[in-house]
């Protein structure tokens, strides 16, 4: 479980037995603990068995495939997909490959529903790059409408493995990865995928 799983679950819990020795309300003390056992299950942090193989991108998180295209850039054409995360998600990140991080990139913003197409554009956000050697691949944390907080443990140089914790987006968000153009996809959209397991893509 992520730690602050922890500090919102028994920190509830305290405010349930504060309002029990207070009140003497079942309501007033039933619905922190309620809350408290929400929270503990939305805080999970599931093991996940990373697939082993070359050339593999794997999701960053757990969630629901809502567009799979290829748009032009600057940098060329590139393959796009995106992962929204319903609050019943896992909400911990991984890194889709192995590599060194490149740049990590915050940009403050607002907090529109995810689903929104423009929400990639003007919703808070963090874009973190690895390149494995030869390739990089980036992904994008998105805060939701729920969403208030993005938290990210990785730094500018920092080596990861395939399906490494990197991260976390606090309630419904979303993710997107940019890939190279010439990636086989292997997903298509309306699919579930969890982070760390599910192959999106194989890199040419």
Known sequence: MVKDGYYYGFGLFAVAGLAWVL????TATGVPILLALFFLWFFRDP????????????????????????IETQQGSK??????LS????????????????GVDYRKGGFMNAMRP????????TLVVVNDGRVEVAFKMIAGLLARRIVCNVRQGDKL????????????SRVDVLLPGDAQLLVKKGMRVKGGSSVLA???
Do not use: Y
Request: with cysteine; charged share 25%.
């Open 23 to 26: 009140i003497h309300s079942r």
């Open 47 to 70: 093991d996940r068995t990373v697939p082993t193989g070359e050339n593999l991108v794997v999701s960053p998180a757990d969630g629901k495939v809502t567009e799979c295209e290829w």
């Open 79 to 84: 393959l796009r997909i995106s992962i929204f």
């Open 87 to 102: 609050v019943f998600d896992v909400h911990v990140n991984r890194t889709p490959i192995g590599g060194t991080v490149t």
């Open 118 to 125: 423009e929400s990639v554009m003007f919703n808070e956000q």
């Open 161 to 172: 493995e395939r399906g490494q914790r990197m991260g976390l987006i606090k309630f419904g």
């Open 202 to 204: 194989t890199l040419a």
